[in-house]
T-cell receptor, first 115, second 114 residues
Framework: GDSVTQMEGPVTLSEEAFLTINCTYT??????LFWYVQYPGEGLQLLLK?????DKGSNKGFEATYRKETTSFHLEKGSVQVSDSAVYFC??????????????FGTGTQLKVEL | KAGVTQTPRYLIKTRGQQVTLSCSPI?????VSWYQQTPGQGLQFLFE???????NKGNFPGRFSGRQFSNSRSEMNVSTLELGDSALYLC?????????????FGPGTRLTVL
């Protein structure tokens, strides 16, 4: 079945550092890929998405490129801020018999940004 | 446009009881999905509804059920609660049921089973 593997956290960075959170996936065909962010006590917020190979999703300085050849969707940001501290989830929506939209999530990576 | 709303936000129940959680999707969204989030199992898919029909179901026991109404609002029910059902239950809505449709999440209902 579909699965998502993302790097273990927590990740601790200084403000203005470069961020990479690795994400790889296993799925049949061409899934859609997503990054979600969860702040303490809240639900998930969609950060960015990509729906086909070589697509680059971007939002609020975050970027991720859909790499079919390496089955990866790594999240990057050039300069993190304290306000980026949160848990980040990589997810995919794959092909389902009969159609539909079901997200399969990675385990989440906690990011802490310090001054 | 208002986001996904879930009620109640917090719930405390005892083992053996049943519970009903409610979700109101974003206006115009016809697909509603439910997820369970726990520290041990992470985020797991429960079920998806589109136009009042259950499209997909996750690997959960029959104690977990749901439904969707004609106005796209959805409810999920858990009967005979167990301690392990303590979790954050998240509802998400999307415009359609295609895999490229992004899902927008509500704040969740925190269920504690004592």
């Amino acid at each position: 079945g579909d699965s998502v593997t993302q790097m273990e956290g927590p990740v601790t960075l200084s403000e203005e550092a470069f961020l990479t959170i690795n994400c790889t996936y296993t799925a049949t065909g061409y899934p859609s890929l997503f990054w979600y962010v969860q702040y303490p006590g809240e639900g998930l917020q969609l950060l960015l998405k990509a729906t086909k190979a070589d697509d680059k999703g971007s939002n609020k300085g975050f970027e991720a490129t859909y790499r079919k050849e390496t089955t990866s969707f790594h999240l990057e940001k050039g300069s993190v801020q304290v306000s980026d501290s949160a848990v980040y989830f990589c997810a995919l929506s794959g092909i389902l018999t009969g159609g539909g939209n079901k997200l399969t999530f990675g385990t989440g990576t906690q990011l802490k940004v310090e001054l | 446009k208002a986001g996904v709303t879930q009620t109640p936000r917090y719930l405390i129940k005892t083992r053996g009881q049943q519970v009903t959680l409610s979700c109101s999707p974003i206006s115009g969204h016809r697909s509603v999905s439910w997820y369970q989030q726990t520290p041990g199992q992470g985020l797991q898919f429960l079920f998806e509804y589109f136009s009042e029909t259950q499209r997909n179901k996750g690997n959960f026991p029959g104690r977990f059920s749901g439904r969707q109404f004609s106005n796209s609002r959805s409810e999920m029910n858990v009967s005979t609660l167990e301690l392990g059902d303590s979790a954050l239950y998240l509802c998400a809505s999307s415009t359609g049921a295609a895999r490229y449709n992004e899902q927008f999440f509500g704040p969740g209902t925190r269920l504690t089973v004592l």
